[in-house]
């Protein structure tokens, strides 16, 4: 590629893990000779995209479009067709990187409008068990008609599989994180410091910290001084709520806290015993891999994007989903024994490092966007 690369990319929102890792892809990959801008929503049915994400892309000077594409209703939807379709005229962009199957239609949309053949990539970070089937559907007919489909995890790359997706150009590419220098466990985590055990995650039901919540007061029965602490934005001001009332009925105020969302977890992942995560679904997990990243030992649920990464007893524990009676238990196993929590955490940080790091996704995307790019000589 002589000249750079004009790359529009495109989301319905930028937030949570799967915005930190677009924002971290683009910024990334401008090195290797793109130039990107990109589409978000902004804000749309009362939800907005992460400041800090915008921030980071103006500071770097990529440009900023918002176009809703987080609202299906229909009347929006076609607006927001036209709307691309005007900007993708006028710019001429060489290829459209979507992420999500809302953007994948209007890029096809618009495609088709301009008579073009920029090529098309769709990466599907995760979806909601619990949506309507016309949706998964309807996602699954518009990644069809893209060059290529990348999927966070094996285990949705199958999901979007058993809903009629073609495996001939789908392909995984695991987002990775970076592996933080570790000093003295010691040092961090003081000697006389209660056992603390760590969530991170948006408070939703998605999430399941009910089940946390519980299983922690099982384990706390027992271990009356340890603490848990949930970080992570509020997704769900009623789920919240439920939340915390429990917490305040039982007289857990001291011992559960809520840190709302936390800009850096640096400290929060170097000064914990133990990562939790009960979620019943994930597109991978990042919280989950960055937790392991620093040597945590960690317990999760074998739900979609965990299996790609987690063996129980080996480098994790692995609960049923909403078991909190298990959870309780297996909090109390490794509270119990330092050289299971010790093994487990040196194992879960090699995992990482030998499969997981942020580095080895850039080069991935790097060569699949040579590949689409370059004309086949067949």
């Known amino acids: 590629m002589r000249k750079p690369v004009r790359i529009l990319v495109i989301t319905p929102f930028l937030w949570s893990g799967a915005g930190k890792a677009i ?3 683009i910024l990334d990959l401008r090195t290797k000779g793109y130039n990107f801008e990109i589409v978000s929503s902004g804000r ?29 209703d229909p009347g929006r939807f076609w607006q927001s067709a036209r709307e ?15 992420h999500a199957g809302v953007p994948a239609l209007a890029a096809i949309v618009a495609r088709d409008r301009l008579n073009s053949r920029f090529p098309i ?33 094996s285990s949705y790359r199958k999901e979007l599989e058993s809903w009629g997706l073609d495996g001939e150009k789908c392909s995984t590419i695991h987002l990775g994180v970076d592996i933080p220098a570790l000093g003295d466990p010691a040092a961090a985590r003081p000697a006389h410091r209660p056992f603390r055990v760590l969530s991170v995650g948006q408070l939703e039901p998605r999430k399941d910290q009910e089940t946390l919540l519980r299983g922690f007061a099982l384990f706390r029965s ?16 009623e789920y919240r709520d439920r939340l915390m009332d429990r917490a305040k009925r039982n007289g857990w105020e001291r011992q559960v806290r809520f840190l709302g969302k936390v800009g ?16 019943r679904d994930e597109g991978l997990g990042l919280a989950v891999l960055e937790a392991m990243s620093y040597g945590l030992p960690v317990i999760c649920t074998p739900v979609a994007g965990h299996k790609d990464f987690v063996e129980d007893g080996q480098n994790a524990r692995v609960i049923p989903v ?17 050289n299971m929590r010790i093994r487990l955490g040196e194992k879960a940080r090699q995992t990482v490092r030998e499969e997981f790091s942020w580095p080895v996704t850039v080069r991935k995307y790097d060569r699949v966007f040579r590949r689409i790019l370059t004309p086949s000589t067949d």
């Open 322 to 338: 909403g078991d909190f009676r298990r959870l309780a238990q297996t909090i109390g196993e490794l509270h119990s024994d330092a």
């Open 264 to 279: 850096d977890l640096d400290a929060r992942y170097r000064t914990a015993d133990l990562f939790v995560s009960t979620s």
């Open 23 to 25: 924002v971290r892809l």
């Open 121 to 153: 990539i769709a990466t599907f970070h995760s979806w909601n068990p619990a949506r309507p089937a016309w949706m998964n559907h309807a996602d699954v007919w518009a990644l069809n008609r893209c060059d290529q489909v990348i999927t966070v995890s």
């Open 84 to 98: 691309l379709t005007d900007l993708i005229r006028t710019k001429s962009f060489d290829l459209v990187h979507v």
């Open 44 to 72: 749309s049915r009362g939800l907005s995209d992460w400041p800090e994400y915008v921030r980071a892309l103006h500071q770097t000077g990529i440009l900023y479009h918002a176009i809703d594409f987080f609202d299906r």
């Open 222 to 237: 027992r271990f009356p001084e340890a603490e848990l602490h949930l970080a992570g934005p509020v997704g769900d001001r």
